[in-house]
């Protein structure tokens, strides 16, 4: 019997769209978990893409990176340079429960909130991310950590800049990051869901909303990337005039379809990102 890989491309195409027609889930997609961003990527992430998210410091990339794992239906793999696995768990139980991060932090919670706490705790026991931290970067490292967790569809590597693991080279060793990365995720069938910060965004021009040029690095990200997407939040430069919370989130990039924009808000209490459609 076959075992699947004698089968042709063309074949197993026809095969996925009759399953999908018949309303069976489509394999290969790998919901982001907010509708509006689905829509307008096409249903969610792709198996076997490098999806690049940017934005300025401090914009919530990595925030918004968490809040995709934390959405999706299977368990995801979340590798971070950024923090211990404690602290990220720590904002995903704010994120879900509504609960202040300092709350936590100080470990003064109101009873509401400690039973809200309790409760997300239990409904994110069986499909919370598995959180791994690389203090000494090397993209060997997130090859094993990939490796020992084949079962997640979805990878995020928190952040670009966390891979070095040498401190000259940075501009050829984080564009040839990008490539690897692609990479793993066509080795692994997996997608990707990579944050990085913008290095060459212009905070003196009029328009701060991310361009595909901010990423810099040569071009690698446009040139490797499947999707790329822009986070930007007016309320970080002009608060007088921004809408609190106000958030987009800009597609410069989509191998796979349309360019465009999704409007999410931002709850700073909670660090958490929130789907206006919703």
Do not use: C, W
Request: proline content about 4%; cysteine-free.
């Amino acid at each position: 019997m076959s075992d699947g890989h004698d089968i042709s491309p063309l074949t197993r195409i026809v095969a996925r769209l009759d399953r999908t027609t018949s309303g069976e889930p489509d394999g290969d997609l790998v919901p982001s978990g907010f509708p509006s961003i689905d829509r307008a990527i096409g249903g969610g992430f792709r198996r076997g893409d490098l999806v690049v998210l940017g934005g300025d410091d401090s914009v919530g990339a990595s925030a918004l990176a968490l809040g995709i794992a934390l959405r999706g239906a299977e368990r995801a793999l979340f590798l971070t340079s950024e923090m211990q696995p404690d602290r990220v768990y720590e904002r995903a139980l704010a994120m879900t429960a509504r609960v202040p991060l300092e709350h936590i932090k100080l470990g003064v919670v109101e009873e509401d909130e400690r039973a809200r706490l309790a409760a997300s705790a239990l409904a994110m026991r069986d499909h919370a991310p598995i959180v791994e931290t690389f203090l000494n970067g090397g993209l060997a490292n997130i090859e094993r950590a990939v490796e020992a967790t084949p079962a997640a569809p979805l990878v995020v590597v928190d952040t670009l800049e966390g891979t070095l693991h040498r401190d000259h080279g940075q501009e050829e060793a984080l564009s040839y990051a990008v490539l690897a990365l692609k990479r793993v995720a066509l080795r692994h069938h997996v997608a990707v869901l990579l944050t990085t910060h913008l290095p060459q965004l212009d905070r003196d021009r009029t328009d701060r909303r991310p361009r595909l040029s901010d990423f810099g690095l040569g071009g690698a990200v446009g040139a490797q990337a499947d999707l790329v997407l822009g986070l930007y939040r007016e309320e970080m430069y002009d608060f007088d005039h921004g809408v609190s919370g106000a958030a987009e989130l800009l597609v410069l990039k989509n191998r796979g379809g349309a360019r465009g924009y999704v409007d999410l808000y931002f709850d700073a209490r909670f660090g958490r990102f929130e789907d206006v459609a919703e």
